[in-house]
């Protein structure tokens, strides 16, 4: 963890914070391996930061890859957009490519987490010739018009629903510390139960003041979420996922050709949306016909840091596959 590299590459006018690691070796041709090594880029979800990687960049630095985890924009250390109310999905798509090219990476392994699943699988369809494969942690490749579906059926106090409102989440976490905010959301994301407000209750009202936080997450964790979380504000967090234009693939739903992998754990509150579980059972393979589904017992929305050591073992599983 204290091998891990912080840098900044700019991109699109904006600075963003890349963290690297890898490949660990110990002999004088570390530099020669690092430019030599197959990348694998890794993308956060919300509340999350490149942090939220530490396990795993470790675990395939030590197979002999080379680990990059970004901060999305206006995220962690990575500089806030002037309008960031205006962010959408597509720009963060552009800045992984913009990362890829600074690094002079023609291909890499893109594994996703919550919406970085989604991000990285609209690279994939956009930019088929610069993945190897695509790995995703909690959430599926979904379409457009099959989200809608699903978030139709759910009620007004969806945290969702709530959150796409400008204003609405503002208010909500401005009651509290970003401390009690980073908290709250994590031991809220961390059940198995769709997180689903009363009519008069706001959405972190439903993790109460006494609740600990999971036992994988230690109070030093937080600190460095809410360090963070301090410096950035939650206004290009809540614009993107919750606010933000999905990518633009056309009227077809086009197909990812690219090798790929989803880990879900069974206790992850995104297998319990309506219609998710029948989804995956089928219906998703006609989207992504070249996708593998592991299921991890016991497993939050959280898996890869609750399970680092068997996230990492499936992980390095995929690639040494399809290396």
């Not at 985890?69 to 962010?87: H, M, N, V, W």
């Not at 997450?217 to 410096?231: E, G, I, M, N, S």
């Amino acid at each position: 963890m204290e091998h891990i590299q912080q840098k900044f590459v700019e991109v699109g006018g904006l600075n963003l914070h890349v963290a690297e690691l890898g490949p660990i070796r110990y002999d004088a041709d570390l530099l020669c391996a690092a430019a030599t090594a197959t990348v694998i880029v890794f993308l956060h979800g919300f509340p999350e930061i490149w942090y939220s990687w530490r396990h795993q960049m470790v675990g395939v630095a030590n197979a002999g890859y080379r680990a990059i985890a970004p901060d999305f924009r206006g995220y962690g250390l990575s500089q806030i957009p002037a309008e960031p109310e205006k962010t959408n999905f597509i720009d963060l798509v552009d800045d992984l490519l913009g990362i890829l090219d600074h690094y002079k990476i023609k291909k890499a392994f893109i594994v996703g987490k919550d919406f970085g699943a989604q991000v990285g699988y609209s690279f994939e369809l956009l930019h088929p010739d610069r993945v190897l494969g695509v790995v995703t942690l909690g959430v599926p490749y979904v379409p457009d018009a099959l989200s809608a579906q699903l978030y139709s059926s759910l009620p007004e106090g969806f945290y969702i629903k709530r959150w796409m409102i400008p204003g609405i989440a503002e208010a909500d976490f401005g009651r509290f510390k970003v401390e009690t905010v980073v908290k709250r959301i994590y031991i809220l994301f961390a059940r198995d139960v769709v997180p689903i407000a009363n009519e008069n209750q706001q959405i972190l009202d439903l993790v109460n003041s006494s609740a600990k936080l999971p036992q994988w997450f230690t109070k030093h964790d937080l600190k460095v979420y809410a360090k963070l979380y301090k410096r950035s504000g939650f206004t290009t967090p809540l614009q993107v996922p919750y606010r933000a234009r999905p990518v633009d693939l056309g009227t077809t739903v086009p197909k990812v050709s690219a090798p790929a992998l989803l880990l879900m754990g069974d206790k992850d509150y995104f297998f319990k949306f309506p219609g998710i579980e029948q989804y995956l059972a089928g219906g998703v393979k006609q989207f992504v016909p070249n996708l593998n589904v592991t299921f991890i017992s016991k497993g939050t929305h959280f898996v890869q840091e609750q399970f680092p050591a068997q996230v990492n073992k499936l992980i390095i599983k995929f690639l040494k596959k399809h290396t």
